[in-house]
């Protein structure tokens, strides 16, 4: 039954997955293609408007130069010979204006559709990522909850989680250790005393008679 819910489980993510794949592929459109290309255009925008502008200083500096020559009533070369280049500024001046207002049209074009998208379609996205998810969710808690699994019963030996300093199982007899406590507590403490006093005078005596009788074969000797 664990097996199965695990495999429900699974088949859940494959779902999910194949949703949350076309949304990445989506998401994937717009960061790499549609952005950059309104970069692109912008920059072109820019440089169109950096043309244009340009002329129109030139323009001014030569009317300037004109008026000045005018005021100070002296005859300006370039007025004489036709003026050519005056005029040659103006035409291009008008070009560079009509690119500068195409390319700005299509500057608050691309501006305007990258705005709606990042605000309809990346709502659109995160609501169908946010469904999925609850959707997986949803299903895995019906699957575990028909499952059944938990608790688990376990069958163990009465010493089965008693370890040893060696990290191996082993026994403890509990009621002869109980037994000992008995005979230890039963004991008199007088009793105990004198024994360990025995035990430890008697190795004295038994040494001294060793020193006497080795003193006595060297006296004779």
Same mark, same amino acid.
């Given at each position: 039954?664990?097996?199965?819910?695990?495999?429900?489980?699974?088949?859940?993510?494959?779902?999910?997955?194949?949703?949350?794949?076309?949304? &990445?592929?989506?998401?994937n459109t717009y960061l790499n293609k549609a952005v950059p290309d309104t970069r692109l255009t912008i920059k072109k925008y820019?440089?169109?408007?950096?043309e244009y502008l340009s002329y129109c200083l030139k323009v001014k500096e030569m009317d300037d130069e004109e008026y000045g020559?005018?005021?100070?009533?002296?005859?300006?070369?370039?007025?004489?010979?036709?003026?050519?280049?005056?005029?040659?500024?103006?035409?291009?001046?008008?070009?560079?204006?009509?690119?500068?207002?195409?390319?700005?049209?299509?500057?608050?074009?691309?501006?305007?559709?990258?705005?709606?998208?990042?605000?309809?379609?990346?709502?659109?996205?995160?609501?169908?990522?946010?469904?999925?998810?609850?959707?997986?969710?949803?299903?895995?808690?019906?699957?575990?909850?028909?499952?059944?699994?938990?608790?688990?019963?376990?069958?163990?030996?009465?010493?089965?989680?008693?370890?040893?300093?060696?990290?191996?199982?082993?026994? &403890?007899?509990?009621?002869?250790?109980?037994?000992?406590?008995?005979?230890?507590?039963?004991?008199?403490?007088?009793?105990?005393?004198?024994?360990?006093?025995?035990?430890?005078?008697?190795?004295?005596?038994?040494?001294?008679?060793?020193?006497?009788? &080795?003193?006595?074969?060297?006296?004779?000797?």
């Amino acid at each position: 039954m664990f097996g199965e819910a695990h495999r429900s489980i699974e088949k859940s993510a494959i779902k999910m997955l194949r949703t949350v794949k076309p949304m &990445i592929s989506d998401l994937n459109t717009y960061l790499n293609k549609a952005v950059p290309d309104t970069r692109l255009t912008i920059k072109k925008y820019l440089d169109a408007k950096f043309e244009y502008l340009s002329y129109c200083l030139k323009v001014k500096e030569m009317d300037d130069e004109e008026y000045g020559y005018s005021l100070l009533q002296e005859p300006l070369y370039r007025v004489e010979t036709g003026n050519y280049e005056y005029r040659l500024i103006l035409r291009c001046r008008q070009e560079a204006r009509t690119r500068f207002a195409q390319m700005r049209s299509d500057v608050l074009v691309k501006l305007e559709l990258l705005d709606n998208k990042h605000v309809q379609d990346i709502v659109f996205q995160l609501q169908r990522l946010v469904s999925a998810m609850a959707k997986y969710h949803t299903d895995c808690h019906s699957v575990l909850k028909g499952a059944q699994v938990f608790p688990i019963e376990v069958d163990l030996t009465k010493n089965m989680l008693t370890n040893t300093t060696l990290g191996q199982y082993s026994e &403890i007899p509990v009621e002869e250790e109980g037994e000992d406590e008995d005979s230890v507590s039963t004991k008199d403490p007088a009793e105990s005393a004198a024994e360990f006093s025995e035990g430890v005078q008697q190795p004295e005596h038994s040494n001294a008679g060793e020193i006497d009788l &080795i003193a006595t074969e060297d006296l004779f000797d």
